[in-house]
Nanobody
Framework: QVQLVESGGGSVQAGGSLRVSCGASGLTVSMYNMAWFRQAPGKEREGVARIYSDYGTDYADSVKGRFTISRDNARNTLYLQMNSLNPEDTGMYYC??????????????????WGQGTQVTVSS
């Protein structure tokens, strides 16, 4: 049984930093594409960053240069380091695992497994 558990969210002022984590069980993070999504109230869930099994990465244009996705294979954990945060980054942050073959990484329908989310709130 696959479980993804996010942690590390919180409240921060604009310009600040946070790191959110996603601990995985039932799968090995190094073997799969994994990603971070976020969802603001009243908006659709959007892809933020993806990491390939070979450490390649993709980012949404809105977070390039500010966010970094990484993983710790020994801890079987996925991370998202978020710097220079602004209020538009506010939302529930979810990790996702197992991108279906042929799916688009930024489309949430392409992912099989999800965590419960962790809230990030950025105040101006």
């Amino acid at each position: 049984q696959v479980q993804l558990v996010e942690s590390g969210g919180g409240s921060v002022q604009a310009g600040g930093s946070l790191r959110v984590s996603c601990g995985a069980s039932g799968l090995t993070v190094s073997m799969y594409n994994m990603a971070w999504f976020r969802q603001a109230p009243g908006k659709e869930r959007e892809g933020v960053a993806r990491i390939y099994s070979d450490y390649g990465t993709d980012y949404a244009d809105s977070v390039k240069g500010r966010f970094t996705i990484s993983r710790d294979n020994a801890r079987n954990t996925l991370y998202l380091q978020m710097n220079s945060l602004n209020p538009e980054d506010t939302g529930m942050y979810y990790c996702a695992a197992f991108l279906r073959y042929g799916g688009s990484w930024f489309d949430p329908r392409s992912w099989n497994y999800w965590g419960q989310g962790t809230q990030v709130t950025v105040s101006s």
